[in-house]
C-alpha cells in the first residue's frame, strides 16, 4: 500500500451458496478522493462495501485498510469508518436527536461530546428543529439526513454511502450533495454507490463500473467517458422508425451508433457536421447533446433488464 493510498484490495471475492456476488476485484482508494461505485441492480457493489466496512467477511482475497487488515482488525477499522446503508436502519423507539446520541455510545464517545456533536450534526444536515420528532415522522429525505448524521458522529477518516440519494426529490438530493463537498474539503475519503450518473459525475473523483461481480472500468468520470463514447451524442426518433436511410447519408463522417427501440443514438465528437444531414428528415425528436456516464454506463453494461 502506497501511502497516498487509504483501501486496496486485492482478488476481493464473495460467494453466497451458489452466487458468486464479488467476482475476484481488485482496487485501490486514494486518501481523500471520492470513489463510487457503479452497476446494475445485483452487480456487487452492496456487498464490496459490506466487506469494506468489515460488515460481511470475505470469502477470498486480501483487503486492507487504513493499513489494517480486515480479518484481523475489525474493531479499529469500524472506528473510522461512518456507513450510511442502503437500507434505513434507525431506531424506531428513538427520537431523532437520542438516535445520534446512543449510537456514539458504540464508539465511546463522552456524553459531553456526544451531545455536542449531535446537535451540530443536525443543525449541518437541516434537521435541527426535528431534534425531538419520532422517527416514523420523518419524510425519506429527512431519514436518509438523519442516517448521515449518524455516519458522522465518530468523526470518520472514511465515509461510505450506499445509493445515499436514492428516492429523494431533486432539492434533498442537491442539499446532499453540497454537504459531501464540504465533507470531502475537509479531508475526508468518500467511497459511495449509485444509480445517478450525475451523481457520480458530480461527486466522484474516480468510478468503477461494475457488473455481475467484475469491474469493467475504472477511471475519471470524464475520461472515461470521451475515451469510450466520445464527445458528443445526437439522438433521433423518425416517424417511421427507418433508420438505415440516416445512416447511409451520414456514411461520410466519423461515428459510431446504437439503435435502441425507436432512438438512434451517434456518438461522434463532432455532432455538429451531422446536423444538416438530419434535420430535414422526418424526425419526432432530435437532441444533440454532450456524451454523459450514462451513455457510457448502458454502453458496458447494456440495456437488458436486470433481476
Ligand atoms: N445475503 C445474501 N445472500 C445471498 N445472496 C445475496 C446476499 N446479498 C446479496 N446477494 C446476491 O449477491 C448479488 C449482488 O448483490 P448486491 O446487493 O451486492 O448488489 P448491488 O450491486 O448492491 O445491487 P443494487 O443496485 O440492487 O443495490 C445479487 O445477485 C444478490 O442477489
Ligand atoms: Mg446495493
Redesign the pocket.
Known sequence: MSSSEIITANNLTKI??K?T??DGISFSIRKGECYGFL??????????IKMLHCFSPLTGGELEVDGMNVRSEQSNIKKIMGVVP?EENLDPDLRVFKNLTVYARYFDIPKKEALERAAELLDFLQLKDRMNSQIRELSGGMKRRLLIARSLINNPKILIL??PTTGLDPQARHLIWQRLRLLKKNGITMIL?T?YMEEASQLCDRVAI?DR?KILLEGEPKKLVADEIGTEVVEIRLEDENHNMILEQLGKFKFTYEKAGDTLYIFSNNGKELLPSIVDMKHTHLLHRSATMEDLFLKLTGRGLR?
Open positions: 453466497y451458496g452466487i456476488a464479488v452497476g446494475p441492480n445485483g452487480a456487487g457493489k452492496t456487498t464490496t442502503q450506499d445509493e454507490t444509480h461494475m461481480g433481476e
